[in-house]
């Protein structure tokens, strides 16, 4: 029973069978992150809490990771709970975000609300995802975007929309229809 439990978090967490008898000292790092939350997987457990789960990754090894725990919040229903210093990742991937400051929470809600306090957070030492800052600086500069976009996916419909409706010459001459 054991033995099936693993193998089926190590499929959970995509790990390929070829590596399921591989020393963990033959895996590269994203897989070893891999191995180790299929670990507690095999346990089935309620809850999964990841400390900083792709740190030291590349950016191709980060997604992987966070779409397969994205998955398994879906999948097994798991409560995820995510810590973490990438304002982009918490953007994309998390319902409600607690920020901590000296122990304490200071906001709790979810990410779209809380960046929208971007300079609060900055006196925190904490930064919003990079497309806030473009967002508002859009905004400041006259064009009609959402502000609150927190993800690239959201500016770029806020934006495309946005130029739409100013029936910018941008969309006709640059092809952004296409």
Request: proline letters at 4%.
């Amino acid at each position: 029973e054991a033995e099936k439990e693993a193998k089926q978090a190590l499929t959970h967490v995509g790990v390929k069978e070829s590596n399921f008898k591989k020393s963990p000292f033959e895996l590269s790092g994203g897989q070893k992150k891999r191995v180790a939350i299929a670990g507690v997987l095999a346990m089935n457990p309620k809850i999964l809490i990841l400390d900083e789960p792709t740190a030291g990754l590349d950016p191709k090894g980060r997604d992987d990771i966070l779409d397969q725990i994205a998955e398994l919040h879906k999948v097994r229903g798991i409560t995820i709970v995510l810590v973490s210093h990438s304002m982009e990742d918490i953007a994309k991937y998390v319902e409600r975000l607690i920020v901590m400051n000296h122990g304490e929470a200071v906001f709790d809600d979810t990410p779209k609300k809380v960046f929208s306090h971007y300079k609060e957070l900055e006196n925190m030492g904490l930064a919003a995802p990079q497309i806030t800052y473009i967002m508002h600086a859009l905004k400041e500069h006259g064009l009609n975007v959402d502000a609150d976009a927190t993800t690239v996916e959201e500016a770029r419909d806020s934006i495309l929309a946005a130029l739409k409706a100013s029936d910018s010459p941008l969309l006709k001459e640059g092809g952004a229809e296409k």
